[in-house]
């Protein structure tokens, strides 16, 4: 017996005898997958078991059934076993009928008389590659004649990219050191070419039909789910599974998984990953429910961070200037004090919100309540001041972990997460030893948690809070309570938190991605930045710059890009700092590219120099990328490469509607990248005319190639580009704020004349450029005459300095 779901997109049909199942998508530029299989292996008195199949029952409900967050959904539940242990297993498959999508969930009831230990609930197996058992019919997926895969990493440090076929996964070569941190010990890592792993959620897909899949999970509230692909030119295999952790199942109890999903992708879509992150969002109810009505039309700016009043924080952190190369951290409470005056007195030109104290102030990581010598007087009175100083007081603190040798691992042994050995867990090697973990499963480590965030947020006065290291919550061990898995102790150990700083603004970081939806505010997408464009690690020279974890502008930049689609849907994406001053080891080209970058995937704007000794050209930089634009970009070329070249933004406001476009050279050597409209998806038929941000270059273009100067290594071509009609007046760009046009506050183009209202946080100065018909005859700003030269065809420039806000009257 076989039988169908269908909707719009796909037709999904379950296969009885044999147990398995096919995808067949209507575009079929959309890989399909025929002989899925699925499993569940679980421990029982101490011997492995592996489910597979067992007299499978199917009840269909194609019914349309009401309310789900994803709209209406049509069902069919797969019942399995019992097996001869007593297992059952049920598979609940869901398609809602207006989205391409498809949903299932397991479900795991233990009838036996034992509990049982689970180890994987494999929700799809599916390729060429199953050669495991005999498979009747074989599995296959795609055709995917040009196959790759985009490989999202477990937590916020961890590498996100796209590989193809002859290419190895990016995997540490440090591993004793890096492991600990950046990995999910359920993923395997690995080294052969051609094979791949994710975390969460994975692309596979075509770079010739430029369709994919989203396979991956909508939520990671119980379980951290897995992927690996092989890929071979028309032979690819993907597995996905969620890990049991080997958690306990007593007799009599049914544990549920997250719902897994596989969701078409178009490579070229303006938001290919739109409905998998937006799912995943809803699921988590940061975004309504879709309806018949919003089903139609998705409202795309509907969601918790996109609402119109959502601020995208800015701000100073302590971390970047006082920090050694040892990662340990230099801070003085005079540093804190000169840094508030400095930004103080850059008031109100520099509008930064937030003033944020990372690591340096305690006595010892996991020792919130002592201080550093540093620090005679703790934090409380810090907050104070940044407070009347009229900023947000921020606070770093790493609730999870613990440093060796800290008063709280000496006094609670009982709270430590230990392993098989009942040694404490290896937390990393971390402030020159091994850190540890607290088992959150006990009461007495979660309470620590709670009075730690409570009294920073409600005693000591701090509102934002950059909680770090939380992958420590989710390390392998044998928690005291053994029912939960690694995902339900980090999620529990974020939900009191979250119930600790309720009205704080939470910053996660070091952190698995999943679990954390939904309970903070923002989140670190990437590895920490630091002064150098590649990772350094205690001398190793050009053997740590295949680490795309550790500390560097250029690991940092990676993952902003890669997982720029997440911002603003999950939370606020945080890139890490822009620093400024490039010292000893960057170059002024970095930087720049550093804050376009930033600047153009839109998540917070944090500063990390020393403010009290920043010369005026660099402090222009952190000028003109605030406000941040705070939106999500185009990652043109993404699913092509793994150093994305192109980026494009598409802005409008009242002086009408036009591109930001980057081009990046990663090269180590200066480059001449081709430009032309096409590459960026521009009108071919349409004249632009553009202005490079950083040079003040300008280009007209009108659909041919153009050929411009060489970029120069690790460094942008930051152009805004307008559409320009003939006889028509047009904002054409200014060195006032990266967008090149945001800082227009009004313009109204009448006969012969243009009034236009500028806008800037404090004493603006500077130079804008308008295309005018005709030169001007009159000019003015503020009612003064306003001096303008001929730039270029048609082209003219004015300089402009004012205080704020200032109206400009133009007649020709
Ligand atoms: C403070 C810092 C900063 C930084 C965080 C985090 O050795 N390590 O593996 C390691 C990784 C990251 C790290 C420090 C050490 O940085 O991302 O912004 O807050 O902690 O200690």
Known sequence: MDAILEN?????????????????????????????????????????????????????????????????????????????????????????????????????????????????LSVLEAGAGLKDSHLDPPSAIGPLSSPAFFSNGWQSWSYAGVYGPGERFMSTRLPFFRSPTDVNAGTPQPKERGRFSSDFFAVLGDRE???????????????????EAVLNPNDATLRMWANGDGARLDPGEKLESDSACLCSLEVDSPDPFGYFVEAVAREHGLMPPLTELTAQAPARSQGRFSEPGFEIPTGWCSWYQYSSEDYTGELSERDVLKNLAALRALQPGLPLRTFQIDDGFEAKVGDWFAFHPAFPRGVAPLAEEIQASGFTPGLWLAPFILQAGSQTARQHPDWLLRGRLGRPVNAGFLWNNFATALDLTHPGALEYVEKTVHTAVHDWGYRYLKLDFLYAAALPGRPRDPRLTRAQILRRGLEVIRAAGEEAFLLGCGCPLGPAIGLVEAMRIGADTSRRWFPYFRGLGSYVHQEWSLPSVRNALNNAIYRAPLHRRWWINDPDCLLLNPGEHLSLEEVRLSASLIAMTGGSLFLSDDLSALPPSLLQIAEVVTPPIGLRPQILDWFDTNQPQHLRLDLENASGSWHLLAQINWADVPQELPFCQQIFGLEAGQRYQAREFWSGSDYSLDGERVSLPPIPPHGVRLLSARPIQPGVPAYLGSNLHISQGLEVAGWEAGDRRLTLALQRPGQARGEIFLRLPEAPRVATIAGRELDWQAAGKESYRFRVEFEREAEIQIEW
């Not at 209507?26 to 025929?34: E, F, K």
């Not at 869901?94 to 299932?104: E, G, H, V």
């Not at 039909?209 to 992927?227: I, K, T, Y």
Request: hydrophobic share 40%.
């Open 8 to 120: 719009s997109w796909l037709q999904f049909s379950i296969h009885l005898d044999n147990l398995y199942w096919s995808l067949n998508w209507r575009n079929d530029r959309i890989p399909g997958l025929r002989g899925v299989r699925m499993g569940v292996d679980y421990r029982l008195d101490g011997r492995k078991w592996n489910i597979r199949a067992g007299s499978p029952v199917l009840d269909l409900n194609t019914a349309t059934l009401p309310a789900s967050p994803h709209g209406p959904l049509k069902q069919a539940r797969l019942s399995l076993g019992p097996d001869a242990n007593g297992i059952r297993w049920a598979v609940t498959f869901s398609l809602p009928t207006n989205l391409p999508m498809l949903l299932w969930q397991f479900t795991l009831e233990n009838e036996a008389q034992s509990p049982i230990y689970v180890d994987r």
């Open 209 to 227: 039909s430029r369709g994919a899949l989203v396979a991956g999970f909508l939520s990671q509230r119980q379980h951290f789910g897995s992927l």
